[in-house]
Protein backbone atom coordinates (compact mmCIF):
# COMPACT_ATOMS: atom_id res chain seq x y z
CA UNK A 1 0.00 0.00 0.00
CA UNK A 2 1.22 3.49 -0.96
CA UNK A 3 2.09 5.44 2.37
CA UNK A 4 2.45 9.03 2.25
CA UNK A 5 2.81 11.72 5.19
CA UNK A 6 -0.68 12.56 6.74
CA UNK A 7 0.52 16.05 7.38
CA UNK A 8 1.51 16.43 3.55
CA UNK A 9 -2.02 14.86 2.64
CA UNK A 10 -3.67 16.94 4.88
CA UNK A 11 -2.22 20.01 3.43
CA UNK A 12 -3.43 18.75 0.33
CA UNK A 13 -6.80 18.56 2.01
CA UNK A 14 -6.62 22.24 3.07
CA UNK A 15 -7.03 23.38 -0.26
CA UNK A 16 -8.95 26.68 1.06
CA UNK A 17 -6.33 27.63 3.08
CA UNK A 18 -3.36 26.49 1.49
CA UNK A 19 -4.31 27.73 -2.01
CA UNK A 20 -3.88 24.28 -3.62
CA UNK A 21 -6.22 23.18 -6.26
CA UNK A 22 -4.89 19.86 -6.91
CA UNK A 23 -6.77 17.91 -3.85
CA UNK A 24 -4.99 14.39 -3.73
CA UNK A 25 -3.84 14.42 -7.57
CA UNK A 26 -0.30 15.63 -6.15
CA UNK A 27 0.74 14.54 -3.17
CA UNK A 28 3.96 16.34 -2.60
CA UNK A 29 4.54 19.78 -1.50
CA UNK A 30 3.97 22.23 -4.58
CA UNK A 31 6.79 24.41 -4.79
CA UNK A 32 4.72 27.48 -5.33
CA UNK A 33 2.55 26.79 -1.97
CA UNK A 34 4.18 29.01 0.75
CA UNK A 35 6.15 27.80 3.67
CA UNK A 36 4.67 27.73 7.10
CA UNK A 37 7.48 30.17 8.40
CA UNK A 38 5.98 32.10 5.26
CA UNK A 39 2.45 32.11 6.42
CA UNK A 40 3.11 31.93 10.24
CA UNK A 41 5.70 34.32 10.30
CA UNK A 42 4.47 37.19 12.17
CA UNK A 43 1.76 37.96 14.74
CA UNK A 44 -0.48 39.37 12.45
CA UNK A 45 -0.22 36.63 10.25
CA UNK A 46 -1.33 34.26 13.48
CA UNK A 47 -4.10 36.73 14.30
CA UNK A 48 -5.22 36.96 10.87
CA UNK A 49 -5.48 32.96 10.06
CA UNK A 50 -6.88 32.19 13.92
CA UNK A 51 -9.67 34.86 12.46
CA UNK A 52 -10.59 32.56 9.45
CA UNK A 53 -10.82 29.32 10.97
CA UNK A 54 -14.17 29.00 12.25
CA UNK A 55 -15.62 30.30 9.69
CA UNK A 56 -13.88 27.24 7.16
CA UNK A 57 -15.58 24.76 10.11
CA UNK A 58 -19.08 26.52 9.50
CA UNK A 59 -18.28 26.29 5.39
CA UNK A 60 -17.53 22.82 5.84
CA UNK A 61 -20.84 21.46 8.20
CA UNK A 62 -23.29 24.01 6.48
CA UNK A 63 -22.80 24.44 2.51
CA UNK A 64 -24.96 22.82 0.37
CA UNK A 65 -21.65 20.90 -0.90
CA UNK A 66 -21.74 18.89 2.07
CA UNK A 67 -23.41 16.21 3.98
CA UNK A 68 -26.19 18.62 6.18
CA UNK A 69 -28.51 17.52 3.74
CA UNK A 70 -28.28 14.17 3.20
CA UNK A 71 -28.32 14.20 7.06
CA UNK A 72 -31.52 15.53 7.25
CA UNK A 73 -33.71 12.90 4.94
CA UNK A 74 -31.48 10.19 6.41
CA UNK A 75 -33.45 10.71 9.78
CA UNK A 76 -36.75 11.65 8.57
CA UNK A 77 -36.54 15.10 9.82
CA UNK A 78 -36.41 17.04 6.25
CA UNK A 79 -37.91 14.88 3.26
CA UNK A 80 -37.00 15.82 -0.26
CA UNK A 81 -37.00 13.25 -3.27
CA UNK A 82 -34.74 15.47 -5.22
CA UNK A 83 -31.20 13.95 -5.94
CA UNK A 84 -29.13 16.59 -4.99
CA UNK A 85 -26.32 15.73 -2.70
CA UNK A 86 -27.69 12.40 -1.85
CA UNK A 87 -30.40 13.40 -0.74
CA UNK A 88 -32.56 10.53 -2.85
CA UNK A 89 -30.30 7.86 -2.16
CA UNK A 90 -30.16 8.26 1.69
CA UNK A 91 -33.61 8.23 1.87
CA UNK A 92 -35.57 5.80 -0.59
CA UNK A 93 -37.43 3.20 0.98
CA UNK A 94 -36.17 0.58 2.27
CA UNK A 95 -32.75 2.11 2.70
CA UNK A 96 -29.92 1.52 0.52
CA UNK A 97 -26.32 1.27 1.11
CA UNK A 98 -23.82 4.71 0.56
CA UNK A 99 -22.48 4.28 -2.66
CA UNK A 100 -18.08 4.95 -1.89
CA UNK A 101 -16.93 4.62 -5.35
CA UNK A 102 -14.67 7.49 -6.40
CA UNK A 103 -17.05 8.45 -9.66
CA UNK A 104 -20.72 8.34 -7.73
CA UNK A 105 -22.32 11.55 -8.10
CA UNK A 106 -22.41 12.61 -4.85
CA UNK A 107 -19.03 10.75 -3.77
CA UNK A 108 -18.10 14.93 -3.15
CA UNK A 109 -19.94 15.49 -0.03
CA UNK A 110 -18.40 13.08 2.43
CA UNK A 111 -14.77 14.38 0.95
CA UNK A 112 -15.67 17.68 1.43
CA UNK A 113 -16.97 17.46 5.28
CA UNK A 114 -13.18 15.54 5.20
CA UNK A 115 -11.25 18.29 3.68
CA UNK A 116 -13.12 21.38 5.16
CA UNK A 117 -12.27 19.81 8.48
CA UNK A 118 -8.63 19.11 8.18
CA UNK A 119 -8.88 22.74 6.29
CA UNK A 120 -9.24 23.60 10.13
CA UNK A 121 -7.27 21.48 11.62
CA UNK A 122 -4.58 21.91 10.13
CA UNK A 123 -4.12 25.95 9.74
CA UNK A 124 -4.77 25.73 13.50
CA UNK A 125 -2.05 23.37 14.28
CA UNK A 126 0.22 25.61 12.28
CA UNK A 127 -0.25 28.76 14.03
CA UNK A 128 0.38 26.39 17.15
CA UNK A 129 3.54 25.70 16.38
CA UNK A 130 4.58 28.51 15.35
CA UNK A 131 3.28 29.77 18.89
CA UNK A 132 5.04 27.57 20.33
CA UNK A 133 8.21 28.54 18.22
CA UNK A 134 8.25 32.18 19.82
CA UNK A 135 5.75 34.08 17.22
CA UNK A 136 3.92 36.24 19.33
CA UNK A 137 0.37 37.71 19.35
CA UNK A 138 0.16 41.51 20.55
CA UNK A 139 2.75 43.06 22.56
CA UNK A 140 4.32 40.71 24.75
CA UNK A 141 2.61 37.85 23.39
CA UNK A 142 -0.77 39.90 25.22
CA UNK A 143 -2.91 38.24 22.57
CA UNK A 144 -1.56 34.73 22.63
CA UNK A 145 -3.55 33.26 24.53
CA UNK A 146 -6.76 34.41 22.88
CA UNK A 147 -5.55 32.90 19.49
CA UNK A 148 -4.46 29.51 21.33
CA UNK A 149 -7.99 29.03 22.80
CA UNK A 150 -9.45 29.98 19.23
CA UNK A 151 -7.00 27.22 17.60
CA UNK A 152 -7.45 24.96 20.52
CA UNK A 153 -11.46 25.44 20.25
CA UNK A 154 -11.40 24.66 16.06
CA UNK A 155 -9.30 21.78 16.76
CA UNK A 156 -12.24 20.08 19.12
CA UNK A 157 -15.06 20.86 16.85
CA UNK A 158 -13.61 19.41 13.75
CA UNK A 159 -12.61 16.71 15.23
CA UNK A 160 -15.57 16.37 16.60
CA UNK A 161 -17.73 16.56 13.49
CA UNK A 162 -15.12 13.98 12.31
CA UNK A 163 -15.97 11.44 14.61
CA UNK A 164 -19.64 12.13 14.56
CA UNK A 165 -19.71 11.31 10.65
CA UNK A 166 -17.00 9.09 9.98
CA UNK A 167 -16.09 5.71 11.49
CA UNK A 168 -12.75 6.83 11.66
CA UNK A 169 -10.21 9.66 10.65
CA UNK A 170 -6.32 10.36 11.41
CA UNK A 171 -5.11 12.44 14.60
CA UNK A 172 -2.44 15.14 13.58
CA UNK A 173 -1.98 18.72 15.13
CA UNK A 174 1.40 20.83 15.76
CA UNK A 175 3.10 17.90 17.68
CA UNK A 176 1.52 14.66 16.23
CA UNK A 177 2.48 13.67 13.39
CA UNK A 178 1.63 10.01 11.18
CA UNK A 179 5.12 9.38 8.89
CA UNK A 180 4.58 6.59 6.28
CA UNK A 181 0.87 6.86 7.10
CA UNK A 182 -1.57 4.13 5.33
CA UNK A 183 -5.41 4.24 5.53
CA UNK A 184 -4.68 1.94 8.92
CA UNK A 185 -3.06 5.20 10.47
CA UNK A 186 -6.97 6.08 11.26
CA UNK A 187 -7.94 5.62 14.48
CA UNK A 188 -11.79 4.99 15.35
CA UNK A 189 -14.44 7.86 16.06
CA UNK A 190 -14.11 6.99 19.90
CA UNK A 191 -10.20 7.69 19.81
CA UNK A 192 -11.59 10.75 17.50
CA UNK A 193 -14.09 11.97 19.97
CA UNK A 194 -11.73 11.78 22.92
CA UNK A 195 -9.36 14.06 21.00
CA UNK A 196 -11.58 16.39 20.27
CA UNK A 197 -13.06 16.70 23.92
CA UNK A 198 -9.50 16.84 24.98
CA UNK A 199 -8.71 20.27 22.72
CA UNK A 200 -11.88 21.77 24.01
CA UNK A 201 -10.61 21.04 27.36
CA UNK A 202 -7.30 22.75 26.97
CA UNK A 203 -9.58 25.86 24.91
CA UNK A 204 -11.77 25.66 27.76
CA UNK A 205 -8.47 25.97 30.22
CA UNK A 206 -7.08 28.69 28.62
CA UNK A 207 -10.08 30.65 28.58
CA UNK A 208 -9.73 31.58 32.06
CA UNK A 209 -7.30 34.30 31.32
CA UNK A 210 -9.19 37.62 30.13
CA UNK A 211 -9.62 38.34 26.13
CA UNK A 212 -12.06 39.01 23.58
CA UNK A 213 -12.43 36.75 20.50
CA UNK A 214 -13.64 39.27 17.56
CA UNK A 215 -17.27 39.02 16.68
CA UNK A 216 -16.24 38.99 12.48
CA UNK A 217 -14.09 35.61 13.97
CA UNK A 218 -17.24 33.73 15.04
CA UNK A 219 -19.31 35.32 12.68
CA UNK A 220 -21.71 36.66 15.62
CA UNK A 221 -22.95 40.03 15.61
CA UNK A 222 -21.01 41.14 19.16
CA UNK A 223 -17.77 40.00 20.48
CA UNK A 224 -16.95 37.25 22.83
CA UNK A 225 -15.53 37.55 25.74
CA UNK A 226 -13.45 34.94 27.60
CA UNK A 227 -15.89 33.88 29.66
CA UNK A 228 -18.75 33.98 26.92
CA UNK A 229 -15.90 31.40 25.00
CA UNK A 230 -15.68 29.23 27.35
CA UNK A 231 -19.50 28.98 27.40
CA UNK A 232 -19.13 28.11 23.77
CA UNK A 233 -16.62 25.20 24.29
CA UNK A 234 -18.23 23.54 26.96
CA UNK A 235 -21.25 23.06 25.18
CA UNK A 236 -19.92 21.77 22.18
CA UNK A 237 -18.04 19.35 24.07
CA UNK A 238 -21.31 17.93 25.47
CA UNK A 239 -22.89 17.80 22.11
CA UNK A 240 -19.97 15.54 21.36
CA UNK A 241 -20.39 13.55 24.11
CA UNK A 242 -24.42 13.29 23.48
CA UNK A 243 -24.49 12.59 20.11
CA UNK A 244 -21.62 10.59 19.75
CA UNK A 245 -23.05 7.02 20.24
CA UNK A 246 -24.40 4.56 17.21
CA UNK A 247 -27.01 3.21 19.00
CA UNK A 248 -29.02 2.28 22.29
CA UNK A 249 -25.91 -0.01 24.12
CA UNK A 250 -23.42 2.99 23.31
CA UNK A 251 -26.01 5.92 24.31
CA UNK A 252 -26.32 3.67 27.92
CA UNK A 253 -22.49 3.98 27.96
CA UNK A 254 -22.13 7.86 27.61
CA UNK A 255 -20.54 9.49 30.70
CA UNK A 256 -23.98 11.45 31.53
CA UNK A 257 -21.89 12.93 34.88
CA UNK A 258 -19.04 14.21 32.17
CA UNK A 259 -21.75 15.69 29.79
CA UNK A 260 -23.75 17.73 32.70
CA UNK A 261 -20.38 19.15 33.79
CA UNK A 262 -19.71 20.30 30.28
CA UNK A 263 -23.69 21.49 29.87
CA UNK A 264 -23.95 22.84 33.33
CA UNK A 265 -21.23 25.32 32.42
CA UNK A 266 -22.41 25.85 28.46
CA UNK A 267 -24.60 28.49 26.93
CA UNK A 268 -27.01 30.79 28.63
CA UNK A 269 -27.89 32.66 25.16
CA UNK A 270 -28.38 31.20 21.52
CA UNK A 271 -25.33 31.44 19.59
CA UNK A 272 -26.35 32.85 16.32
CA UNK A 273 -24.53 33.49 13.32
CA UNK A 274 -25.12 36.67 11.46
CA UNK A 275 -25.70 35.74 7.71
CA UNK A 276 -24.35 38.59 5.66
CA UNK A 277 -25.82 38.42 1.91
CA UNK A 278 -23.77 34.89 0.95
CA UNK A 279 -20.36 36.70 1.65
CA UNK A 280 -18.97 34.69 4.18
CA UNK A 281 -21.55 33.44 6.42
CA UNK A 282 -24.46 31.78 5.11
CA UNK A 283 -26.50 28.51 6.32
CA UNK A 284 -26.81 27.03 2.57
CA UNK A 285 -28.11 23.66 2.83
CA UNK A 286 -30.77 24.99 5.76
CA UNK A 287 -31.97 27.38 3.37
CA UNK A 288 -32.51 24.96 0.40
CA UNK A 289 -34.06 22.10 3.43
CA UNK A 290 -36.79 24.50 3.51
CA UNK A 291 -36.99 26.55 0.21
CA UNK A 292 -40.03 26.15 -1.74
CA UNK A 293 -39.74 23.58 -3.96
CA UNK A 294 -37.08 21.79 -2.12
CA UNK A 295 -37.21 20.62 1.43
CA UNK A 296 -40.53 19.75 3.04
CA UNK A 297 -40.49 18.95 6.36
CA UNK A 298 -41.32 15.20 7.12
CA UNK A 299 -44.20 13.59 8.22
CA UNK A 300 -42.30 12.01 11.25
CA UNK A 301 -42.17 15.54 12.39
CA UNK A 302 -45.37 16.95 11.18
CA UNK A 303 -46.65 13.98 13.52
CA UNK A 304 -44.72 15.32 16.68
CA UNK A 305 -46.46 18.35 16.09
CA UNK A 306 -50.03 17.20 15.70
CA UNK A 307 -50.71 13.44 16.47
CA UNK A 308 -54.05 13.71 14.49
CA UNK A 309 -51.25 14.36 11.50
CA UNK A 310 -50.20 10.75 9.49
CA UNK A 311 -46.31 10.02 10.03
CA UNK A 312 -45.95 8.39 7.03
CA UNK A 313 -47.19 9.14 3.63
CA UNK A 314 -48.19 5.97 2.29
CA UNK A 315 -46.43 4.98 -0.53
CA UNK A 316 -49.80 4.93 -3.10
CA UNK A 317 -51.59 7.09 -5.07
CA UNK A 318 -54.45 7.54 -3.34
CA UNK A 319 -53.60 8.28 -0.03
CA UNK A 320 -55.73 11.93 0.64
CA UNK A 321 -53.75 14.94 1.11
CA UNK A 322 -54.04 14.93 5.22
CA UNK A 323 -55.94 18.40 6.14
CA UNK A 324 -54.20 21.30 7.85
CA UNK A 325 -53.96 21.08 11.35
CA UNK A 326 -56.28 23.35 13.76
CA UNK A 327 -55.85 22.16 17.08
CA UNK A 328 -52.10 21.15 17.31
CA UNK A 329 -50.73 19.96 19.77
CA UNK A 330 -47.94 21.75 19.64
CA UNK A 331 -48.26 25.81 18.98
CA UNK A 332 -44.98 26.05 16.86
CA UNK A 333 -46.67 23.78 14.40
CA UNK A 334 -48.44 27.75 13.47
CA UNK A 335 -45.77 29.43 14.42
CA UNK A 336 -42.33 28.10 12.76
CA UNK A 337 -44.48 25.61 10.32
CA UNK A 338 -46.70 26.21 6.91
CA UNK A 339 -49.31 24.39 5.52
CA UNK A 340 -49.01 23.68 2.21
CA UNK A 341 -50.87 21.00 0.19
CA UNK A 342 -48.43 21.59 -3.09
CA UNK A 343 -46.51 18.67 -3.63
CA UNK A 344 -43.58 19.08 -5.65
CA UNK A 345 -41.72 15.89 -5.71
CA UNK A 346 -41.83 12.97 -8.23
CA UNK A 347 -44.50 10.33 -7.93
CA UNK A 348 -42.25 7.84 -9.60
CA UNK A 349 -39.48 8.49 -6.54
CA UNK A 350 -41.86 7.14 -3.43
CA UNK A 351 -45.04 8.87 -2.55
CA UNK A 352 -43.56 8.55 1.01
CA UNK A 353 -41.39 11.87 -0.12
CA UNK A 354 -45.02 13.52 0.15
CA UNK A 355 -45.24 16.39 2.82
CA UNK A 356 -48.24 18.64 3.51
CA UNK A 357 -45.62 21.16 5.24
CA UNK A 358 -42.96 23.11 5.12
CA UNK A 359 -40.82 25.04 7.73
CA UNK A 360 -40.66 28.85 7.82
CA UNK A 361 -39.25 30.40 11.19
CA UNK A 362 -36.60 31.37 8.97
CA UNK A 363 -38.15 32.78 5.97
CA UNK A 364 -37.03 36.37 6.31
CA UNK A 365 -33.38 35.41 7.01
CA UNK A 366 -33.04 33.55 4.25
CA UNK A 367 -35.00 35.86 1.12
CA UNK A 368 -32.09 37.87 0.74
CA UNK A 369 -29.06 35.85 2.84
CA UNK A 370 -28.77 38.04 6.19
CA UNK A 371 -29.32 37.99 9.26
CA UNK A 372 -29.19 35.48 12.33
CA UNK A 373 -29.62 31.79 11.83
CA UNK A 374 -28.90 29.78 15.53
CA UNK A 375 -25.68 27.17 15.43
CA UNK A 376 -26.46 26.22 18.86
CA UNK A 377 -29.63 27.23 20.82
CA UNK A 378 -29.67 27.53 24.40
CA UNK A 379 -32.31 25.62 23.88
CA UNK A 380 -30.11 23.16 22.77
CA UNK A 381 -27.59 22.96 25.68
CA UNK A 382 -30.83 23.05 28.05
CA UNK A 383 -31.53 19.94 26.86
CA UNK A 384 -28.55 18.42 26.98
CA UNK A 385 -28.87 19.98 30.81
CA UNK A 386 -31.91 17.83 31.19
CA UNK A 387 -31.30 15.01 29.13
CA UNK A 388 -27.32 14.51 31.63
CA UNK A 389 -29.66 14.67 34.77
CA UNK A 390 -32.07 12.36 33.12
CA UNK A 391 -29.49 9.53 32.86
CA UNK A 392 -27.91 10.79 35.92
CA UNK A 393 -31.30 10.02 38.84
CA UNK A 394 -31.88 13.17 38.62
CA UNK A 395 -35.70 12.45 37.23
CA UNK A 396 -37.17 15.97 38.50
CA UNK A 397 -34.67 18.50 37.63
CA UNK A 398 -34.79 17.21 34.21
CA UNK A 399 -38.08 17.70 33.89
CA UNK A 400 -37.90 21.19 35.84
CA UNK A 401 -35.14 22.50 32.95
CA UNK A 402 -37.76 20.86 30.39
CA UNK A 403 -40.71 22.53 31.21
CA UNK A 404 -39.15 25.72 31.73
CA UNK A 405 -37.60 25.48 28.49
CA UNK A 406 -39.27 25.99 24.55
CA UNK A 407 -41.88 22.96 25.09
CA UNK A 408 -43.52 25.11 26.98
CA UNK A 409 -42.76 28.57 26.45
CA UNK A 410 -42.78 28.34 22.41
CA UNK A 411 -44.82 25.17 22.33
CA UNK A 412 -47.43 25.92 25.11
CA UNK A 413 -47.41 22.08 25.49
CA UNK A 414 -48.37 20.26 28.53
CA UNK A 415 -45.33 20.20 31.85
CA UNK A 416 -43.77 16.47 31.06
CA UNK A 417 -43.80 14.93 34.72
CA UNK A 418 -40.34 13.43 36.06
CA UNK A 419 -40.71 10.09 34.43
CA UNK A 420 -37.87 8.61 32.32
CA UNK A 421 -40.02 7.69 29.04
CA UNK A 422 -41.85 10.90 28.97
CA UNK A 423 -38.66 13.12 29.56
CA UNK A 424 -36.53 10.74 26.28
CA UNK A 425 -39.94 11.86 24.23
CA UNK A 426 -39.79 15.45 25.34
CA UNK A 427 -35.96 15.79 24.48
CA UNK A 428 -36.77 14.08 21.47
CA UNK A 429 -39.25 16.24 20.43
CA UNK A 430 -37.30 19.34 20.70
CA UNK A 431 -34.34 18.26 18.81
CA UNK A 432 -36.77 17.49 16.14
CA UNK A 433 -39.09 20.77 16.05
CA UNK A 434 -36.93 23.49 18.41
CA UNK A 435 -33.78 22.83 16.86
CA UNK A 436 -34.74 21.74 13.28
CA UNK A 437 -31.92 23.16 10.46
CA UNK A 438 -29.97 24.34 13.24
CA UNK A 439 -26.72 22.25 13.85
CA UNK A 440 -25.05 19.65 11.36
CA UNK A 441 -26.96 16.43 12.07
CA UNK A 442 -29.05 16.87 15.33
CA UNK A 443 -32.02 14.84 14.59
CA UNK A 444 -29.85 12.38 12.84
CA UNK A 445 -27.63 11.64 15.46
CA UNK A 446 -30.68 11.82 17.76
CA UNK A 447 -32.29 9.13 16.08
CA UNK A 448 -29.20 7.16 15.68
CA UNK A 449 -28.93 6.90 19.52
CA UNK A 450 -32.45 6.36 19.68
CA UNK A 451 -31.81 2.87 17.45
CA UNK A 452 -34.77 4.90 15.03
CA UNK A 453 -33.17 5.48 11.69
CA UNK A 454 -34.86 3.14 9.55
CA UNK A 455 -33.18 -0.08 9.02
CA UNK A 456 -30.37 0.03 6.62
CA UNK A 457 -29.51 3.44 7.26
CA UNK A 458 -25.42 4.07 7.56
CA UNK A 459 -24.82 4.53 11.67
CA UNK A 460 -21.55 6.60 10.25
CA UNK A 461 -19.89 6.89 6.72
CA UNK A 462 -16.74 5.36 5.80
CA UNK A 463 -13.83 7.43 4.93
CA UNK A 464 -14.90 9.55 1.22
CA UNK A 465 -13.83 7.07 -1.90
CA UNK A 466 -11.58 9.96 -3.23
CA UNK A 467 -9.51 10.00 -0.25
CA UNK A 468 -8.98 6.17 0.00
CA UNK A 469 -7.54 6.03 -3.63
CA UNK A 470 -5.21 8.62 -2.38
CA UNK A 471 -3.80 5.98 -0.36
CA UNK A 472 -3.49 3.57 -3.25
CA UNK A 473 -6.36 1.48 -1.89
CA UNK A 474 -7.74 -0.76 -4.68
CA UNK A 475 -10.88 -0.93 -5.09
CA UNK A 476 -14.16 -2.01 -4.07
CA UNK A 477 -13.74 0.27 -1.14
CA UNK A 478 -15.74 -0.40 2.17
CA UNK A 479 -19.01 1.13 2.74
CA UNK A 480 -21.58 1.16 5.06
CA UNK A 481 -25.88 1.00 4.80
CA UNK A 482 -28.10 -0.89 2.93
CA UNK A 483 -30.79 -3.68 4.44
CA UNK A 484 -28.67 -6.62 3.79
CA UNK A 485 -26.00 -4.93 5.79
CA UNK A 486 -27.99 -3.96 9.14
CA UNK A 487 -26.08 -4.83 12.16
CA UNK A 488 -26.73 -2.36 14.32
CA UNK A 489 -22.86 -1.52 14.69
CA UNK A 490 -22.09 0.66 11.45
CA UNK A 491 -25.89 0.09 10.07
CA UNK A 492 -29.35 0.74 11.58
CA UNK A 493 -30.73 -3.16 12.03
CA UNK A 494 -34.19 -1.58 13.72
CA UNK A 495 -35.75 1.53 13.32
CA UNK A 496 -39.16 3.59 14.13
CA UNK A 497 -40.96 1.80 11.21
Known sequence: MKK???????LVFAT????????GEDLERDPNRPTRSEVYGSGEDLRSNAGNLFNTWYTGTHSFSSVYMMLATASDNVTCSWGNQAMRDMS??????WNNAPNYTYQAITKYLFDKMYATIVPASDILYALNNGVEVGVGGADNNLVKAVCRFNQGISYGALALFFDKAFIVDEVKSIPGATVDSSVSYEAVAEAALGYLDEAIALSSSSFTVPAAWLGTTTDYSNVEFAKLCNSF?????????RNKTEHAAVNWAKVKTYADAGLTSDFVINMDGYVKWYAEAADYLCYPGWGKVDMYVVNLLDDTQPAHWTDNSSFPTPPESTNPDDARMETDFEYSSLNWFQATRGYYHFSNYRYKRYDDQFALGVGPIPEFMKAENDILKAEARAYTSDLSGAATIINAGTRVTRGNMTAVPAVLTDIEKAIHHERHVEMYLT??????????KKNLLQKGTP??????GKTLETFAVKQPFYTFGGVANADGINTSNVGWR
Open 4 to 10: FSIITIA
Open 16 to 23: AFMGCEKL
Open 92 to 97: WEPRNA
Open 237 to 245: AARIMSYMP
Open 439 to 448: GMGIPFFEMR
Open 459 to 464: LHWPLP
